[in-house]
């Protein structure tokens, strides 16, 4: 994949996962060409940002969708072919890469993934989910297309929602949902997320060796240490 890709990643609270996200994607820019910039609104996470060569921009977490619209707008200052959309207890595999490599290869506008496996970092539960529709996780856009459908910003002033929020804005917009491997994207759950572990009803439930199969040693033993 030559493709150059921005990864842009929002962080509040919740430390230790974002510190596993954190060593997943200095991983991952050994083998693909990947720049993360980091909306920080606390200390310790710009501190964090820095120590692993990451971007950041500081705003206030006063609003998420106004936080994200500075990350955007940011974003667009940056050398990239397509933005990356990430959370801070998201965890990304290699797998993902290539089953995007056709999308890549052909220039597509925009795309992104359906599916994922849910941990419940307390509980050391897994759960597949399909949304059925593309998530905020791992959806890529062209720079261009970024640039020309956000004038405006890419989210409304919101805390809630943002993935089918901000796809409104591309309505206009040719864009290919990846039937992915649900262990290609991974959503760590914590008592601080918006949406917890419990709140989605029609997950898959399944043993947590299963669950974490997509995952190195490390990272399922930094899991396991939460």
């Known amino acids: 994949m030559d493709k150059k890709i921005l990864i842009l990643l ?6 230790k996962i974002t510190k596993i996200c954190f060593d997943n994607l ?8 990947i ?7 606390e200390q310790w996470a710009k501190i964090e940002a820095f120590k692993y060569g990451f ?25 990239f072919d397509y933005l990356m959309n990430l959370g801070s207890d998201d965890i990304i595999t290699e797998d993902l ?8 290869k052909r220039n597509d506008p925009m795309f992104g993934s359906t599916r994922l496996t849910f941990i419940d970092s307390k509980e050391k539960e897994c759960a597949t989910f399909d949304y059925n529709v593309m998530i905020g996780a791992g959806r890529c856009i062209r720079k261009d297309i970024l640039v020309r459908y956000t004038k405006d910003g890419m989210y409304d002033k ?4 943002l993935d ?3 796809a409104k804005r591309f309505s206009e917009v040719q864009t290919v949902e990846v039937e992915n491997n649900p262990n290609t994207i991974y959503d760590i759950k914590s008592d601080t997320n918006i949406w917890s572990y419990k709140d989605f009803n029609k997950k898959k439930v399944i043993d947590f060796e299963t669950g974490v199969s997509g995952l190195t040693t490390s990272q ?7």
């Open 158 to 161: 919101i805390q809630a929602g």
């Open 55 to 79: 971007k950041h921009i500081e705003t206030s977490n006063d609003c998420l969708g106004t936080k994200m619209n500075v990350g955007v707008e940011r974003a667009k200052e940056f050398n």
């Open 26 to 33: 200095k991983e991952l820019q050994k083998t693909f060409n």
């Open 97 to 104: 890469f290539k089953s995007y490599d056709d999308l890549f």
């Open 164 to 166: 089918m929020n901000s």
């Open 10 to 15: 929002p962080i509040w609270g919740r430390e």
């Open 220 to 226: 399922i033993d930094s899991i396991l240490d939460l």
């Open 35 to 41: 720049e993360v910039l980091c909306v920080v609104s």
